[in-house]
């Protein structure tokens, strides 16, 4: 019982450190949303600029999906998290020193690079040292450490958005204090991003790489001493047996794998789902959510103060995802979640439409952007990382989900760029009811086409897409 426990411990504390890309992911997408006036304000920002100056990252994240996955399975997962650490960090920097709008730009991109990566590799080292029956918990540490970033981002720029009001009431507005917490606060909210992720490039010191990686690269012993860690001395070397077995059923070894009729059908349904749950609304919300609350006539203080209820509710609903996604399954969450998803938005876009005339309170509004929170969190959220880090091939799983990857940064890019020219020429009730809409292609894909994994071993999992291929 205690070496079981001992073995749990390391797995947790493993998948706690990966997951710190998570929380810099979530920090560095959602502190954009406490900036955007101020910003727009100082460098004279019309939509498109203020489009691109959010949606400038998602470039990054796009040029580091690119390579993040590749560039792990040739290098490994520990050195390309370490490298997202770094990227980070100099973001952070980057912005809060920015005299102009390029540098700032330039600064957002090299965090967005650092997003792409983080997004690929930490997910994908927690499935590859994960124990079967709680890899959906283990994996979802990663999206609770985004929606906890979310949060800190939103509660750093409510504090930081007061805590200026005070220093500027006192006449405090000259010196370092003054012009990164006071008159262009938005630097400090900006800049917070390169504490945590200097204990997050520390930390993967402390982390051993991932065991299946070095089977594929043949360095045997050393991954038989960590899955001993993870799984006990008899189950270790079942472990090393079972992902051989694969390696030497597959007949390609590259990226030509992902053409083969199962594995093409795997990628199809990740790029699938990682593209249509972009177009959803849940990163219009996080990005716009002050401007889109000012929209219905809250002041900025309140408007800050809601996305704060946001990103709470976000948290503790993926609390929750984490401890049933392993019981209730993948795609039952998705089927309760996104049905919530489309009847919310479909009562927020009626908001926007008629409250004016009905002078409908505020508070509805929020209640409606709540249980929408909720039932993202707790379905398209909780499982897009869990499904993309264990549908693949061992050998090129970080190739797989680079693509996969790919599609979702450039929906979110598309969605960061798009939604302040959809908010004005559809209004924000046609904006929500195009994001419901597009739930109905989602959900039609989960229903029809994705297996269930929940349970299964990643070699099980594989197996499971080359019985499909061999059936075309």
């Given at each position: 019982m205690s070496e079981k426990s001992d073995q749990l411990r390391y797995v947790i504390w493993l998948s706690l450190v990966a997951s710190l890309g998570g929380f810099l992911f979530g920090y560095d997408t959602a502190v954009i949303s406490g900036t955007?006036?101020?910003?727009?304000?100082?460098?004279?920002?019309?939509?498109?600029?203020?489009?691109?100056?959010?949606?400038?990252?998602?470039?990054?994240?796009?040029?580091?999906?690119?390579?993040?996955?590749?560039?792990?399975?040739?290098?490994?997962?520990?050195?390309?998290?370490?490298?997202?650490?770094?990227?980070?960090?100099?973001?952070?920097?980057?912005?809060?020193?920015?005299?102009?709008?390029?540098?700032?730009?330039?600064?957002?991109?090299?965090g967005g690079i650092g997003i792409g990566v983080a997004s690929v590799v930490s997910p994908l080292y927690i499935a590859e040292i994960s124990i079967p029956g709680i890899r959906g918990r283990l994996v979802s540490?990663?999206?609770?450490?985004?929606?906890?970033?979310?949060?800190?981002?939103?509660?750093a720029n409510y504090g930081l958005q007061q805590h200026s009001e005070i220093l500027i009431e006192k006449g405090l507005t000259t010196g370092f204090q003054g012009k990164y917490f006071a008159t262009e606060v938005w630097r400090g909210m900006l800049g917070l991003e390169s504490l945590p992720a200097l204990m997050f490039f520390v930390s993967l010191f402390l982390i051993p790489e991932s065991p299946r990686w070095l089977i594929v690269r043949t360095r045997e012993v050393k991954a038989l001493s960590i899955l001993k860690r993870i799984f006990g001395k008899e189950e270790a070397g079942n472990q090393?047996?079972?992902?051989?077995?694969?390696?030497?059923?597959?007949?390609?070894?590259?990226?030509?794998?992902?053409?083969?009729?199962?594995?093409?059908?795997?990628?199809?349904?990740?790029?699938?789902?990682?593209?249509?749950?972009?177009?959803?609304?849940?990163?219009?919300?996080?990005y716009y959510g002050p401007s889109i609350f000012r929209e219905s006539g809250l002041s900025s203080g309140d408007s800050?103060?809601?996305?704060?209820?946001?990103?709470?509710?976000?948290?503790?609903?993926?609390?929750?995802?984490?401890?049933?996604?392993?019981?209730?399954?993948?795609?039952?969450?998705?089927?309760?979640?996104?049905?919530?998803?489309?009847?919310?938005?479909?009562?927020i876009g009626i908001y926007f439409a008629s409250g004016t005339k009905l002078n409908l309170p505020h508070i509805l509004l929020l209640i409606f952007?709540?249980?929408?929170?909720?039932?993202?969190?707790?379905?398209?959220?909780?499982?897009?990382?869990?499904?993309?880090?264990?549908?693949?091939?061992?050998?090129?799983?970080?190739?797989?989900?680079?693509?996969a990857g790919l599609s979702l940064w450039i929906g979110t890019y598309l969605i960061g760029q798009l939604t302040p020219v959809m908010l004005t020429g559809l209004t924000p009730a046609g904006t929500f009811w195009l994001f419901a809409l597009m739930c109905i292609p989602y959900i039609m894909i989960v229903w029809k086409l994705l297996p269930e994994t929940t349970g299964k071993s990643l070699e099980e999992i594989e197996e499971i897409w080359i019985m499909k291929g061999k059936k075309h």
């Amino acid at each position: 019982m205690s070496e079981k426990s001992d073995q749990l411990r390391y797995v947790i504390w493993l998948s706690l450190v990966a997951s710190l890309g998570g929380f810099l992911f979530g920090y560095d997408t959602a502190v954009i949303s406490g900036t955007v006036d101020q910003v727009s304000s100082q460098f004279s920002l019309d939509d498109i600029t203020k489009g691109w100056y959010v949606g400038c990252a998602l470039v990054g994240s796009i040029g580091g999906v690119l390579f993040a996955g590749t560039l792990s399975d040739k290098i490994g997962r520990k050195i390309v998290m370490l490298l997202s650490a770094v990227l980070f960090s100099l973001s952070g920097i980057g912005c809060m020193i920015s005299s102009n709008i390029t540098q700032l730009v330039v600064a957002r991109i090299i965090g967005g690079i650092g997003i792409g990566v983080a997004s690929v590799v930490s997910p994908l080292y927690i499935a590859e040292i994960s124990i079967p029956g709680i890899r959906g918990r283990l994996v979802s540490l990663y999206q609770l450490a985004i929606t906890v970033g979310f949060l800190g981002a939103y509660l750093a720029n409510y504090g930081l958005q007061q805590h200026s009001e005070i220093l500027i009431e006192k006449g405090l507005t000259t010196g370092f204090q003054g012009k990164y917490f006071a008159t262009e606060v938005w630097r400090g909210m900006l800049g917070l991003e390169s504490l945590p992720a200097l204990m997050f490039f520390v930390s993967l010191f402390l982390i051993p790489e991932s065991p299946r990686w070095l089977i594929v690269r043949t360095r045997e012993v050393k991954a038989l001493s960590i899955l001993k860690r993870i799984f006990g001395k008899e189950e270790a070397g079942n472990q090393i047996l079972n992902v051989k077995k694969l390696i030497a059923e597959e007949t390609v070894s590259d990226w030509r794998m992902l053409l083969q009729p199962g594995f093409r059908l795997a990628l199809f349904i990740g790029v699938a789902l990682a593209m249509l749950g972009q177009f959803m609304g849940v990163n219009a919300v996080l990005y716009y959510g002050p401007s889109i609350f000012r929209e219905s006539g809250l002041s900025s203080g309140d408007s800050l103060f809601y996305q704060v209820l946001v990103g709470l509710v976000n948290m503790l609903t993926t609390v929750l995802a984490l401890a049933i996604i392993d019981k209730v399954g993948r795609k039952k969450l998705v089927y309760w979640g996104v049905s919530g998803m489309i009847v919310t938005l479909i009562f927020i876009g009626i908001y926007f439409a008629s409250g004016t005339k009905l002078n409908l309170p505020h508070i509805l509004l929020l209640i409606f952007f709540l249980l929408y929170i909720f039932c993202c969190a707790i379905s398209i959220c909780a499982v897009i990382f869990v499904l993309l880090s264990e549908m693949y091939p061992v050998k090129v799983r970080g190739s797989a989900m680079s693509v996969a990857g790919l599609s979702l940064w450039i929906g979110t890019y598309l969605i960061g760029q798009l939604t302040p020219v959809m908010l004005t020429g559809l209004t924000p009730a046609g904006t929500f009811w195009l994001f419901a809409l597009m739930c109905i292609p989602y959900i039609m894909i989960v229903w029809k086409l994705l297996p269930e994994t929940t349970g299964k071993s990643l070699e099980e999992i594989e197996e499971i897409w080359i019985m499909k291929g061999k059936k075309h």
